[in-house]
């Protein structure tokens, strides 16, 4: 049975080093996945005022959000935290009450930097926030991505952390299995 995942990319650069991790990750999932990208850059910061007269990227983004069995978030870390394109989108997709995206969809969260803890607290604040929203996110194995040594100066990601990557992807379709209604 095909199984569709939608990825959110924390950094809305076009170049950005979690693109080219999550574009990697993508191409390691078995062929009955479809596996697309939701774009999260157009929706304004959440008010619920302007849900009286709609928002055509709210609801474009519900719609995307709500076709996917599995969601997979790969942010980077914005001053210890996540990106506020990630909460908004979050929170958008959180609403209105009683209709949230989140509750039963399993979920991959990894983070991407440049170096150092890897994006560590925006991982766990992504975590906290979906766990909220009554979504299963698995656990094991975690996906922190050093970038600095993940990435060669080709711009691609390199052999040894496609092996690992394709370890993630391969849980991530038995974290499915194990979590799908």
Do not use: C
Not at 23 to 30: G, S, T, V
Not at 72 to 95: C, H, Q, W
Not at 107 to 117: D, F, R
Not at 143 to 167: H, M, N, R
Request: charged share 20%; hydrophobic share 40%.
């Amino acid at each position: 049975m095909t199984k569709k995942i939608g990825i959110l990319v924390g950094s809305l650069r076009k170049d950005s080093l979690n693109k080219i991790v999550a574009k990697q990750l993508a191409e390691l999932f078995p062929a009955d996945y479809t596996v697309s990208f939701i774009e999260i850059g157009d929706l304004p910061v959440y008010n619920e005022d302007l849900e009286i007269d709609g928002v055509e990227s709210y609801n474009r983004f519900r719609k995307e959000m709500k076709e996917q069995d599995a969601y997979i978030f790969i942010t980077p870390e914005y001053n210890r935290g996540m990106p506020a394109s990630l909460k908004n989108a979050i929170d958008v997709g959180s609403r209105p009450w009683g209709e949230s995206v989140w509750p039963g969809k399993p979920v991959l969260v990894g983070s991407v930097s440049p170096a150092g803890i890897s994006g560590a607290l925006a991982n766990h604040q992504i975590r906290q926030s979906l766990v909220f929203g009554d979504s299963p996110v698995m656990a094991q194995p975690e996906l922190y991505i050093d970038a600095s040594k993940a990435i060669g100066e080709d711009g691609k990601v390199v052999p040894a952390s496609v092996g690992f990557l394709q370890t993630i992807a391969d849980s991530f379709v038995a974290f499915i299995n194990k979590n799908s209604n």
